[in-house]
Structure formats: C-alpha cells, structure tokens
C-alpha cells in the first residue's frame, strides 16, 4: 500500500513565525503535491514538484515556498505565517498521470 | 479557466441509489477523478474516467461525456459508511504538466 505521512496532524503557530510542514511517501513517486482545503473553496494546489529539486507553482502560491531536496520528501514552507494560512494542508503524491495518494493532513491554526 | 460545478449536499436513504452530478469548464482536459473524503480523514481515489462511457466498480460507477463537460458517479445499494463528500477532480495538461483540479466537494448523508 502506498504511504504518505505528514510530519503533525494538529499544529498551531503565532503570526510571523517560520512553519515547515514535511511529507514523505513510500513508493517512489516522482510527483508530489501540496493542497490547502478550507472550507467552501474546496482542495486548491499551492505547489507541485515532478522531480527532485524541480518544484512548479500551483493557483495560490503566494506565501508559500516548497524544497524537494530527496525523491520521498517534499516540504510546505510558510516563511512568516499569517491568519489567513489557518487551514488544513494536505500533500499527496502520484506515479505519472495516475490517482493521487492524499497524506493524513495538517490542520495549521495560526494565531 | 476552470470552472468545477457539483451539488454543495445530498441526502439518501440507505439501500437507494444516489447520483452525484458534475459539470466542468476546462481547456487541457486529460481526465476526471473521483474522491471520497470523510470528515477529518485524506481523500481516498474512487475512479477515473478519459474516454466517453462509463467506467463500473463494484457497487460505484462514474460516467463521463467530454463533449457536454459532464460527469456523474453513481453510488449504488447505499451504506452508513458512504457518508461522506465525494469530490470531482479534473485533470489538466498544462505546459506540459498535470494539475488536478478540484471543485469543492458533495456533502452526502445517507441516513437509516
């Protein structure tokens, strides 16, 4: 079965403060992907990442950086955290252009 | 642009059928995806559809017609467990990448 985790199910940050959320799957993907899901606006693609080192902006980038330094680990980065980042983050991961894998999820609640 | 169009909620009775509608606006098409997603947990992979017809498994199926942007998953015998959101996802190719997009999800009750 394919595998991916994310580093905290629950995490809460203070407004200005440097947020790394960390995801890693198991079966050699080379697509990853980070979503935010609020509710009403659905899952949105903030960044996606088809091979080591190479990342792509997704429809709401802003905020956000992502580091793909190994083929299973892909990292969300919020480098001053705001209010409207509280949200529920979730990564997921794909061979070529099959279904995605979707992580647990990280509710961020920033404060 | 995208535009992700399906139904905000839907009620059904347990052991009905249910259809879950949804319509698309989209250039780059390459597919569309089916999720289930319950509260508080990952959204799991249900089907995917990218030619016209329609593509059965088990008691889910889900139709897809290209030319009128439409799709529908059908949810067939329905169970408490099938409580959930089920979202559309449509697959697009740009510069030379794919990217799924999703519209906002189908809140289905099914009640006893």
């Known amino acids: 079965d394919v595998k991916v985790t994310q580093s905290s199910r629950y995490l809460v940050k203070r407004t200005g403060e440097k947020v790394f959320l960390e995801c890693v799957q198991d079966?050699?993907?080379?697509?990853m992907f980070w979503y935010r899901q609020d509710p009403g606006l659905g899952l949105r693609l903030i960044y996606f990442?088809?091979?080591?080192?190479?990342?792509e902006k997704g429809d709401i980038p802003e905020g956000y950086s992502v580091s793909r330094e190994k083929k299973e680990r892909f990292s969300l980065i919020l480098e001053s955290a705001s209010t409207n980042q509280t949200s529920m983050y979730l990564c997921?991961?794909?061979?070529?252009?099959?279904?995605?894998?979707f992580g647990p999820g990280t509710r961020l609640t920033v404060l | 642009g995208q535009n992700i169009d399906q139904p905000t909620e839907m009620t059904a009775t347990e052991g009905a059928i249910v259809q879950i509608n949804c319509t698309y606006q989209?250039?780059?098409?390459?597919?569309l995806f089916w999720y289930q997603q319950h509260a508080g947990e990952a959204p799991t992979f249900l089907s995917y559809?990218?030619?016209?017809g329609l593509e059965e498994k088990g008691r889910f199926s889900s139709f897809l017609s290209r030319s009128k942007g439409y799709s529908y998953l059908l949810l067939k015998e329905l169970q408490m467990k099938d409580s959930a959101s089920y979202l559309c996802?449509?697959?697009?190719?740009?510069?030379?990448?794919?990217?799924?997009?999703f519209g906002t999800g189908t809140r289905l009750l099914v009640s006893p």
């Open positions: 079966m050699d993907h080379e697509n």
């Open positions: 990442s088809y091979d080591v080192k190479m990342k």
């Open positions: 997921a991961s794909s061979f070529a252009y099959n279904e995605q894998f």
């Open positions: 559809n990218v030619l016209d």
């Open positions: 989209t250039s780059g098409f390459n597919g």
């Open positions: 996802a449509v697959s697009r190719m740009n510069t030379g990448f794919q990217k799924l997009v």
